[in-house]
């Protein structure tokens, strides 16, 4: 059974469209993360979700049921949009226990154990008050996994942690995933910092999923490329074009083309030389995932 189904999901401020007919899926013990940049419509998607804002249109199912009439779902599911309400004058470890309380956990030990698993033990009698932005993310994440959740909501759970700490949290969201099928929603603006914990990544823009990659196409689309560095760009890309029928290839600076469709280096030698252009190197090489989703982010903003 899907965890999470969301059918044609759309919000509208103001005759605006923040978030448009998003239609997504996550599985049991699938990390779906949501990447998109500061104002794509991460957190109003993920509060949708959680039933914390009413979406304009389109419905949300999860564990296969209407959450409107089945408040009780919300018991399998955990959460944490930043800027989530804490009692600031209690302790970390007091409101932990008031949560673990709240959601009919009975082990006193589960709240230190999730103290001790998000780095917090040594802070569990400091007011939330006197808590920096990395210490509250933290707690946050903490609280949401305090009841054995089987469906984590994060909204940008990496923002304000060290690596140290990043690294752990990542460890024990896939350890989630993996021993006990918790399926997690993720969202981050910072693609290094979900692209390996990520069993699908959907790429948010303006509102709009624009694209989800599940981890094959995620490979695929750290594209390789042969670079060459010509004496003349315009020339070698006629070559290219006419010639060689080879269309997906980008011009950088400094006399450098970038081309992604597969090419043999010595016949593209052999056709450079009889067109007089003078070939000075040829790189295989792999763009990174972060340069990708610059560039499919940037070719919506052009279109
Ligand atoms: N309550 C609101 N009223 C009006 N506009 C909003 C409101 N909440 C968010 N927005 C706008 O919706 C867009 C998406 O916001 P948000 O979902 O917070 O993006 P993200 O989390 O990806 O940074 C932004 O342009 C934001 O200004
Ligand atoms: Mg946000």
């Given at each position: 059974?899907?965890?999470?189904?969301?059918?044609?999901?759309?919000?509208?401020?103001?005759?605006k469209?923040?978030?448009?007919?998003?239609?997504?899926?996550?599985?049991?013990?699938?990390?779906?993360?949501?990447?998109?940049?500061?104002?794509?419509?991460?957190?109003?998607?993920?509060?949708?979700?959680?039933?914390l804002?009413?979406?304009?249109?389109?419905?949300?199912?999860?564990f296969?049921?209407?959450?409107?009439?089945?408040?009780s779902?919300?018991?399998k599911?955990?959460?944490?949009?930043?800027?989530?309400?804490?009692?600031?004058?209690?302790?970390?470890e007091?409101?932990?226990?008031?949560?673990?309380?709240?959601m009919?956990?009975?082990?006193?030990?589960?709240?230190?154990?999730?103290?001790?698993?998000?780095?917090?033990?040594?802070?569990?009698?400091?007011?939330?008050?006197?808590?920096?932005?990395?210490?509250?993310?933290?707690?946050?994440?903490?609280r949401?996994?305090?009841?054995?959740?089987?469906?984590?909501?994060?909204?940008?759970?990496?923002?304000?942690l060290?690596?140290?700490?990043?690294k752990?949290?990542?460890?024990?969201?896939?350890?989630?995933?993996?021993d006990?099928?918790?399926?997690?929603?993720?969202?981050?603006?910072?693609?290094s910092?979900?692209?390996?914990?990520?069993?699908?990544?959907?790429?948010?823009?303006?509102?709009?999923?624009?694209?989800?990659?599940?981890?094959?196409?995620?490979?695929?689309?750290?594209?390789?490329?042969?670079?060459?560095?010509?004496?003349?760009?315009?020339?070698?890309?006629?070559?290219?074009e006419?010639?060689?029928?080879?269309?997906?290839?980008?011009?950088?600076?400094?006399g450098l083309?970038?081309?992604?469709?597969?090419?043999?280096?010595?016949e593209?030698?052999?056709?450079m030389?009889?067109?007089?252009?003078?070939?000075?190197?040829?790189?295989?090489a792999?763009?990174?995932?972060?340069n990708?989703?610059?560039?499919i982010?940037?070719?919506e903003?052009?279109?």
């Open positions: 059974m899907d965890v999470l189904r969301t059918f044609g999901l759309t919000k509208i401020y103001q005759n469209q923040v978030v448009q007919n998003i239609d997504m899926t996550i599985k049991k013990g699938e990390i779906y993360g949501l990447i998109g940049k500061n104002g794509a419509g991460k957190t109003t998607t993920l509060k949708m979700i959680l039933h804002i009413k979406p304009t249109k389109g419905k949300v199912e999860l296969g049921k209407n959450p409107a009439k089945n408040q779902i919300f018991e599911i955990g959460s944490f949009i930043g800027h989530s309400n804490f009692y600031h004058n209690l302790t970390a007091e409101n932990l226990e008031i949560h673990r309380r709240l009919g956990v009975t082990s006193k030990k589960r709240t230190e154990e999730m103290l001790r698993k998000l780095n917090l033990m040594q802070y569990k009698d400091k007011k939330v008050e006197d808590f920096s932005v990395g210490m509250k993310q933290r707690l946050g994440i903490a949401s996994m305090l009841h054995y959740p089987e469906f984590l909501i994060l909204d940008e759970p990496t923002n304000g060290d690596p140290q700490v990043m752990d949290l990542r460890q024990t969201l896939l350890k989630l995933a993996n006990y099928e918790v399926a997690i929603l993720l969202s981050s603006h910072i693609l910092e979900i692209d390996h914990l990520s069993s699908v990544l959907g790429i948010i823009h303006r509102g709009r999923l624009i694209e989800e990659l599940n981890y094959e196409a995620l490979q695929e689309k750290k594209k390789r490329y042969l670079q060459i560095s010509v004496n003349n760009v315009n020339k070698a890309s006629f070559i290219l006419n010639e060689m029928k080879i269309s997906d290839y980008v011009i950088c600076n400094n083309i970038k081309i992604y469709n597969s090419v043999q280096a010595a593209l030698n052999a056709r030389v009889d067109g007089f252009v003078e070939v000075y190197e040829m790189v295989n792999r763009d990174s995932l972060e990708y989703f610059l560039s982010t940037k070719e903003d052009l279109s």
